[in-house]
């Protein structure tokens, strides 16, 4: 027999890690507190995220288990502190700062660490961040900590070995091993997502913990798993390195994380929308539209405008603006390239303080009126809007592209083209026109419950 393949082994690195990580235990109201402990990680997916949790729609759009009941009991029971959730972290510094994710301690009201020597060690929030899921403490105490630090190259390699040690199930100081197996991942739960995936096996009680490369450097902070059946699959997600230092850096030195603002809202161009708009390439973001007082509205942005370079660098999608605008920080000049009317446009704007305030665009639903008028090709049946502006959408054809692409009754067509529509006959013509430019699609901006969206629609060339 020949020799046989050496066969990496992961003991030396976990020797060096392991005692900087750590497991976190949190208290709270315990009239806030489920069965189940909230915060992610445990493989169940909705059972684990508190209501108002952004990774709820990607387990909605999975058919993740349903959600298991709240406790009873008297409404007139004592409020008591008692542990909530239970995570995983690690520190940072030998002076006691560590990470772990957002949703762990969120709500808690008390937090401890409890060492792999078995010391159980307070801890104080220093602060926290929802964007990114992450969060960092701090623990007082004289000694000095083993801490570990973070990988120096921006990308982990699709294949790399990686090692994840954590606290599944509240046991402790767990290691399992596995590969990055995608990079770039967006699951949906934040404008920032570009998760790293794993194989590593990754469970409840693992939120928060590191992901480390055979240098022991830690390469991303687990923080989601994607599991229909209840357990590990082997799909979990770590927020990448470069995001967690930015953003722990900014919470240690004040507690909370600066980030730019344009103040519009955006969607992804597709190919479709690309070629109603005459764009050579289906990348870049579009302008759905500027929010009143915003940096993007005073600059000049509007409806139907494709962002397609931030301060000279392309913008390949929305998720990408998104990322260079609160990357750039308040305050920031920059110069975008905007695709308006079939040109580029140079628009400079200065970005301001990021805000949570999420206003909401909801038009009146009005009933149809009795003037209604057949677009055929469309599969779509409007009628003026009594609002004094656009299409009132009254019947979609069921079989049509329409309703393939999510255009419902009671939606208002607010404009073709970029080109606001007032009555059918307005309608036709921008239609025709796009005819003329032997272009496939038109560029719908729909408004609705929803709020204002674009949908490029297949016309026929008459």
């Not at 070629?275 to 600059?299: F, M, N, R, T």
């Not at 003329?436 to 026929?460: M, N, T, W």
Request: avoid cysteine; charge should be negative.
């Amino acid at each position: 027999m020949g020799a046989e393949a050496a066969v990496p082994g992961f003991s030396e690195v976990v020797t060096a890690v392991s005692p900087a990580v750590v497991s976190v235990r949190v208290k709270g109201d315990a009239k806030q507190v489920s069965e189940q402990m909230p915060g992610f990680g445990s493989g169940n997916g909705l059972e684990d995220l508190p209501e108002n949790h952004p990774l709820r729609r990607f387990f909605d759009q999975f058919g993740g288990p349903t959600l298991r009941g709240m406790p009873g009991g008297d409404n007139d029971a004592p409020r008591q502190a008692r542990p909530m959730s239970q995570g995983s972290g690690f520190f940072i510094s030998e002076d006691g700062y560590l990470v772990t994710n957002n949703h762990v301690v969120e709500d808690g009201t008390e937090f401890s660490v409890l060492l792999d020597d078995g010391t159980e060690l307070d801890a104080k929030l220093i602060g926290k961040d929802s964007r990114t899921d992450l969060a960092v403490l701090k623990v007082d105490a004289k000694r000095e900590f083993t801490y570990v630090e973070f990988a120096t190259d921006k990308k982990a390699r699709v294949g790399d070995w990686v090692v994840a040690v954590g606290n599944p199930f509240g046991l402790g100081g767990s290691v399992t091993a596995g590969i990055v197996s995608a990079l770039g991942r967006d699951i949906g739960s934040g404008p920032y997502d570009d998760y790293i995936q794993i194989d590593a096996a990754v469970n409840r009680g693992n939120s928060g913990g590191p992901a480390f490369n055979l240098s022991g450097e830690v390469v991303g902070i687990n923080t989601a798993i994607f599991s229909p059946s209840g357990g590990n699959v082997g799909i979990a997600f770590a927020i990448p390195s470069y995001v967690v230092q930015d953003v722990v850096q900014d919470l240690i030195d004040d507690g909370q994380v600066e980030r730019g603002w344009l103040g519009v809202q955006i969607q992804p161009v597709d190919a479709e929308v690309a070629e109603s708009l005459g764009l050579e390439k289906d990348q870049g973001a579009l302008v759905v539209e500027p929010q009143e007082g915003s940096p993007g509205a005073k600059a000049g942005l509007k409806a139907g405008d494709v962002i397609t370079a931030f301060d000279g660098k392309p913008v390949k999608s929305a998720r990408d603006l998104s990322v260079k605008v609160a990357s750039a920080g308040p305050s920031t000049e920059v110069d975008l390239s905007v695709w308006r009317e079939g040109e580029t446009k140079s628009i400079e704007v200065t970005l301001g303080d990021l805000v949570n305030a999420n206003g909401t665009n909801e038009p009146e639903q009005t009933p149809a009126s009795t003037k209604q008028e057949s677009l055929p090709s469309l599969g779509l049946t409007v009628a003026p809007s009594e609002q004094g502006a656009g299409l009132l959408i009254a019947k979609v054809d069921p079989d049509s592209e329409a309703a393939a692409r999510g255009i419902s009754e009671g939606e208002r067509i607010a404009s073709i083209n970029n080109t606001e529509v007032t009555n059918v006959a307005r309608a036709k013509e921008i239609l025709a026109d796009v005819r003329k430019s032997d272009r496939d699609h038109a560029l719908f901006q729909i408004d609705g419950e929803r709020g204002s969206r674009f949908v490029a629609l297949p016309i026929e060339q008459g």
